[in-house]
């Protein structure tokens, strides 16, 4: 289990390169100490998690953010596969996405997410949701160490 408050490995997977650099800048800008990996899209993401080239060196993240609409594989595959994994299932999964739909909402759920967050556009507000995310994973629950 993680210490509350050390740093985790997070696996970002996220194919809109001003949604990474936001995602970035809130980590930065929160003195979030935190290892940010990325993966733009599902095949990268699957890749990463598997040790596959060119990331066989790659850490088990302690947390996956994990976009929905993504090429190659989209979102819905990759936790699908995740969560369908022993290896790879007790990894927390927070589906963070633009997509508001209820539907996306229940298959993430019914996919075993362990949590969905609509992607605020203002920047301010994308800031306060990472930083909320960050926190809630880093100092409030206890993360299994692989």
Same mark, same amino acid.
């Given at each position: ?8 490995? *997070? ?7 001003? /949604?990474? !650099?936001?995602? @970035? %800048?809130? $980590?930065? =800008? ?7 990996? *990325? ?7 699957? /890749?990463? !998690?598997?040790? @596959? %080239?060119? $990331?066989? =060196? ?26 369908? =994994? ?61």
């Amino acid at each position: 289990m993680t210490t509350q408050g050390e740093p985790i490995e *997070v696996l970002l997977v996220e194919d809109d390169p001003g /949604d990474e !650099l936001m995602t @970035r %800048e809130a $980590f930065e =800008d929160n003195k979030i100490r935190n290892s940010l990996h *990325v993966a733009r899209d599902g095949q990268e993401a699957l /890749d990463f !998690l598997y040790r @596959r %080239e060119p $990331f066989t =060196d790659a850490p088990t993240p302690d947390l996956i953010l994990l976009d929905l609409n993504l090429p190659k594989y989209d979102g819905r595959q990759v936790l699908e596969r995740i969560k369908s =994994d022993p290896d790879l299932s007790h990894i927390p999964v927070v589906v963070l996405t633009t997509s508001s739909a209820e539907e996306d909402i229940l298959r993430s759920y019914r996919l075993h997410a362990n949590a969905y967050v609509t992607k605020p556009v203002d920047l301010d507000q994308f800031i306060a949701a990472v930083r909320q995310i960050d926190e809630f994973f880093v100092t409030v629950v206890r993360l299994p160490r692989t």
